[in-house]
């Protein structure tokens, strides 16, 4: 990983991100690997593999955590489906991880890819 200059340029393309990342998630449930992995890509110039690593430690800490206090309130968190699926995407996402790093950086760019364009044709074109 290089190291990077982090002059107020750079600092503002990464508030820039965070923000619109930040947002989305709060509305519509997306951030990370959608918005925050292209970004960091195309914007800061960082490997694919790289950029997930980045994007996956932003979402370590609790960033979402006041957006999920709002939806709760709401009554739209159900807890015990959060729950299972937070333990096994603690499994998944080490299984995931593992398996990214030992494909290289052109193959998980191409999955990458190609899994934001299927799910956008079946949110398009789905019911």
């Known amino acids: 990983m290089k190291k ?3 002059n107020m340029t750079t600092i503002l393309i990464l508030l ?3 923000l619109f990342a930040g947002i989305l998630s709060g509305m ?3 951030g990370g690997g959608i918005i925050i992995v292209p970004a960091l890509i195309y914007f800061m110039s ?3 593999l790289e950029a997930q690593g980045t994007s996956l430690s932003v979402l370590l800490l609790p960033v979402g955590v006041l957006a999920v206090y ?3 309130k709401a009554g739209y968190v159900d807890i015990q489906s959060t729950l299972i699926i937070a333990c096994t995407f603690l499994v998944g996402g080490f299984i995931g991880s593992k398996i990214s790093i030992g494909l290289g950086q052109d193959t998980v760019k191409k ?3 190609f ?3 299927a799910v956008a044709f ?3 074109l789905g019911k």
Request: net charge positive; proline share 0%; hydrophobic share 50%.
């Open 122 to 124: 079946k949110m398009i």
């Open 16 to 18: 820039c991100i965070g």
């Open 46 to 48: 960082m490997s694919q």
């Open 111 to 113: 999955i990458f890819g």
């Open 115 to 117: 899994v934001l364009i």
């Open 4 to 6: 990077r200059n982090f």
């Open 70 to 72: 709002n939806y709760y």
């Open 28 to 30: 519509i449930g997306v």
